[in-house]
């Protein structure tokens, strides 16, 4: 076994390596970017160097620099995680040029299934099912348009190179295909350094399944069963689960047999994935081949959790030289798990990548950060940023029962305890998914968001929004009366007005989709408060549940209720809003006292233009200056964490000036261009 490893990653993955290493008296180096000199996956390992700035391209995308801090440190072996150089062939034969160990498969078998037109060929050779489509050297994009139009469409366009949902644009017509060609093309350059892509059949009602497979260099390969990852927005995952649900014990067999044979055509060693497009029909489910990704998946941990086992340790072990410590036969799979992505997102602006400072993280109570029924892998903590330069997830809940029904309870259970305060998550719609329809009945496919899109994006009850105001009050209300006061303490304000010993005031809130509230309290000498909304008035009282602050108990009248409640920071200057983030039962939402009757809406609608919905860089304009343009029309494209995002007109209008140059970064909410309404 390696006396020492270096981890060529960064996050949740780095982390994970190095809890399995020290496990096993492996000590470990971590490299780190300028933005991570204080991240949680420096701190997990032995030793850390420092590669390079910020950005991926300027550091850990950098292979010599990780070689160079391999060789100076000692490792003998490095582990690539996933992302970045994991699928990297020219990387993996550099290894092996400087004498260190890649911990993963052959550049070979990295070659042959890292372009997707060269594995398709090779798994037709196989004997694997392949999804009708073309993977022809020709480029162009008059082949390419017609290749698309000869299948039909809806057709689906992938990047060659690479994965993670970037570069693929499904197209529903002719006339639209250019466009979303010359999109993915720029995806797949930017981010794998290959515009090349190919052109399938889009398969109706699909689901997405994968089976984890191994192999060893003793010549044993075998699978880990399958995992379900049909549930995804923008073609990237957000809930996987193992096993997949409905399969039948034929065709578990039979996709398992075909995923060995995938590996096998190339000569694979370590960990992998072949993923399957699944169809369903009334005739039943047949299988397509995908892809074969060569390395670790994100959502290896619902195999750990069915199988007992640690597959970054069968890792370590094949990498060094050891055979499989299991046959096929002896792999028995237990119970259902579900794993869900906790990301940095904003799922009602079509779930774009936020970013921010996770001014709390707090996880469920009965989580475990190594194996168990609930489990938590991060690579953040609280206090840390998440920025523009990486993924946005911030960390992958992992729950484990004896039977799908109860896995989805302890998962519903640890996504009502889980909190993130200080940028926009997903943690809300995966609660909403968790228990739409679609889902807890097993009817899944990848357009399961889409179609309930109603119910998981839909706004908090009014009688939520209410408890969420009144909770704010209360709070406030309480750290004043314990002397705890600031510019979040609504008494301070100067239209509040005292008599009789009686405090007074009328408080005007907006909640998070919600209609604005008023709410008029009065606050005795003694302590108590009397609350009024909507024309019900009843005694309102807090009572904190920890020495932090955050979690209470509230009450209005015979109403009690759970919620946590922070201030949102930097905290506001006097006369100005304060906003608070509130999580109920029902969900969160964030309270903002306003110290005038403006709506926010109202006001970003008083100007015409267009802005960035998040940081990233303008890619290109479809109009310029004296353009008109209608609502809804195409004219602008803006990239963040290696995806493009089109944006559209707001209404009908006349381009008076465009602020930013392809290139230019920008932040959120910067204008991009001035729209005079028509």
């Not at 000590?27 to 390992?45: G, K, N, P």
């Not at 072949?274 to 081949?289: L, N, P, R, T």
């Amino acid at each position: 076994m390696f006396e020492k490893i270096l981890i060529a990653n960064r996050g949740e993955i780095a982390c994970r390596v190095a809890a399995t290493a020290r496990r096993m008296g492996v000590q470990t180096v971590a490299v780190y970017s300028d933005a991570d000199a204080q991240a949680a996956h420096v701190q997990a390992c032995d030793q850390a160097v420092w590669i390079g700035e910020a950005a991926p391209a300027k550091s850990y995308l950098l292979g010599e620099r990780i070689i160079q801090a391999a060789l100076q440190t000692g490792a003998q072996a490095i582990h690539p995680g996933y992302g970045f150089l994991s699928e990297n062939p020219a990387f993996a034969q550099a290894c092996v040029q400087a004498g260190l160990v890649l911990i993963g498969p052959p550049a070979s078998a990295m070659q042959a299934m890292g372009l997707k037109a060269e594995s398709k060929r090779l798994m037709a050779a196989a004997g694997v099912p392949l999804v009708p489509g073309y993977h022809g050297e020709d480029q162009s994009p008059d082949v390419l348009q017609r290749e698309a139009n000869a299948m039909g469409y809806p057709v689906l366009i992938k990047a060659s190179a690479g994965g993670g949902g970037k570069g693929m644009r499904i197209v529903e017509r002719a006339e639209d295909f250019a466009a979303a060609l010359a999109s993915c093309q720029r995806e797949g350059q930017n981010s794998f350094g290959n515009p090349n892509v190919l052109i399938e059949k889009y398969v109706q009602r699909p689901r997405h399944i994968e089976i984890q497979v191994f192999a060893d260099t003793h010549g044993q390969t075998l699978h880990l069963f399958e995992r379900d990852c049909s549930v995804q927005r923008r073609h990237q995952k957000v809930l996987e689960e193992a096993p997949a649900p409905g399969l039948s014990a034929e065709l578990r067999e039979r996709m398992g047999q075909a995923a060995v044979a995938a590996a096998r055509a190339v000569g694979y060693v370590g960990a992998g994935t072949v993923e399957f497009i699944v169809e369903q029909s009334a005739k039943g489910m047949d299988f397509f081949f995908m892809e074969m990704n060569t390395r670790l998946q994100v959502e290896h941990p619902v195999t750990e959790a069915i199988t007992g086992l640690d597959l970054v340790e069968w890792q370590l072990r094949v990498a060094a030289g050891e055979a499989l410590p299991l046959t096929q036969a002896q792999i028995q799979l237990q119970g259902h798990a579900i794993e869900a992505r906790i990301c940095a997102e904003s799922p009602e602006r079509d779930f774009l990548p936020a970013t921010g400072r996770l001014q709390v993280l707090r996880v469920p109570a009965s989580v475990s950060f190594t194996r168990g029924d609930v489990r938590w892998d991060s690579g953040v903590r609280a206090g840390d940023t998440i920025t523009p330069n990486y993924d946005p997830m911030i960390a992958k809940l992992i729950v484990h029962g004896r039977d799908r029904e109860q896995a989805l309870r302890r998962l519903d259970q640890a996504l009502r305890e889980l909190n993130v305060v200080g940028l926009d998550t997903n943690i809300d719609a995966l609660r909403r998914i968790v228990n739409c329809r679609s889902f807890a009945q097993a009817d899944l496919d990848t357009a399961l968001i889409a179609r309930e899109r109603e119910a998981i994006l839909s706004p908090l009850p009014a009688s939520a929004a209410q408890q969420a105001a009144l909770s704010v009050l209360a709070v406030v209300n309480a750290q004043r009366q314990h002397g705890v006061r600031g510019e979040q303490d609504i008494w301070s304000r100067t239209d509040a007005w005292q008599a009789w010993g009686q405090r007074s005031a009328v408080a005007q809130f907006e909640v998070t989709g919600a209609a604005p509230m008023q709410i008029h309290t009065v606050s005795e000498k003694q302590g108590h408060t009397m609350a009024t909304c909507h024309g019900e008035t009843a005694p309102l009282s807090a009572q904190a549940l920890d020495d932090e602050g955050g979690e209470w108990t509230l009450q209005w009248g015979r109403t009690r209720w759970r919620a946590s409640v922070h201030a949102v920071l930097p905290l506001a200057q006097p006369g100005q809003p304060q906003a608070w983030m509130v999580k109920l039962d029902a969900g969160s939402c964030r309270v903002v006292a306003q110290p005038s009757w403006t709506r926010p809406e109202a006001a970003a609608g008083a100007g015409g233009g267009l802005t960035s919905p998040m940081p990233g860089k303008v890619v290109s304009f479809a109009v310029k200056a004296g353009d008109s343009v209608k609502a809804g029309q195409a004219v602008a494209v803006v990239e963040a964490m290696k995806m493009e995002h089109t944006l559209h007109a707001p209404h009908d209008g006349t381009v008076a000036e465009l602020f930013f140059a392809p290139g230019d970064p920008v932040a959120e909410g910067d204008p991009l261009l001035k729209l005079d309404k028509a």
